[in-house]
């Protein structure tokens, strides 16, 4: 997964460079290149991104419950002492 999307991210930059070249040519074809890119970064590139990052984390453990508020108020009073 993790060269997947190094992969990706790659073509996507170079996608846009190109994007960029060619709009000094042909103002049309470089924005749809460049329109077309940043969709793959967005609509691809990210949520595969999100989702290696979050495969094995538990959300409840970055939410505000009562057990992990009690947890940073320990915490900070430890720090203090």
């Not at 997947?4 to 060619?22: D, E, Q, W, Y």
């Not at 290149?33 to 989702?51: C, D, E, N």
């Not at 538990?58 to 057990?67: A, P, Q």
């Amino acid at each position: 997964m993790k060269y997947i999307i190094t992969v990706l991210f790659i073509a996507v930059c170079i996608a846009l460079g190109v994007g960029f070249f060619i709009k000094s040519d042909n103002e049309a074809t470089g924005n749809l290149v460049i329109g077309l890119s940043l969709m793959a970064g967005f609509f691809v590139l990210m949520p595969l991104f999100i989702y290696h990052r979050w495969k094995n984390r538990s959300v409840k453990d970055y939410m505000l419950t009562k057990e992990n508020i009690e947890k940073m108020q320990d915490y900070q009073k430890d720090k203090k002492i």
